[in-house]
């Protein structure tokens, strides 16, 4: 993808992606067999990556391990409780956005406080973002990676390139 001034855009291949919901019931018991965040909007780096999409919810992603294996793995930890693994590799795409405006393209597409003090490295939040559900994960303070349903990838990638090419990203004293 064309790079700006002021942030770097990529699109992440190969992520395997699964999703994971318990009973609610069953979240403090499926949290501790598995080491999910059990705070919401928070993530764990391991691999695979555990991010908290709600209560009972949760989004593991991994660059090493197929989806196969991760849902292997949560078979055997949660073999107990009625639950459900759902390989989401092919359903949704991945984009990193890093650098010194990056927070500034993140403000101008959502309600989000996408300020450092209020958006931190380790937090998560899914949102509506120019049109489309968005989850954002702050990696570390100039580095997010993006999830979007595949039918609307590309419309979110034209849509961070072209806010990329509002003036405010390019002036240091707008950025956040």
Known sequence: MPEHPGFELDQVDGRSMVRLRVRPKAAEAAGEALQLPQRPLQWRAE????????????????????AGDI????????????YAATDMSSSYVCFA?????????????CGIDMHARAFKPGQCVQTNFANVLLFIVCVEDDRFDLYVDRSQARYLGDWLLKAGEDPITH?????L
């Open 47 to 66: 691999d695979p990556a555990t991010y908290s999409l709600g209560p009972d919810q949760w989004l593991l992603t991994s660059d090493t391990k197929a």
């Open 171 to 175: 002036d240091s004293k707008y950025r």
């Open 71 to 82: 849902i292997g793995q949560i078979d055997r930890a949660l073999a107990d409780q009625l």
């Open 97 to 109: 956005l890093r650098g010194p405006a990056a927070r500034t393209v993140l403000a101008m597409g």
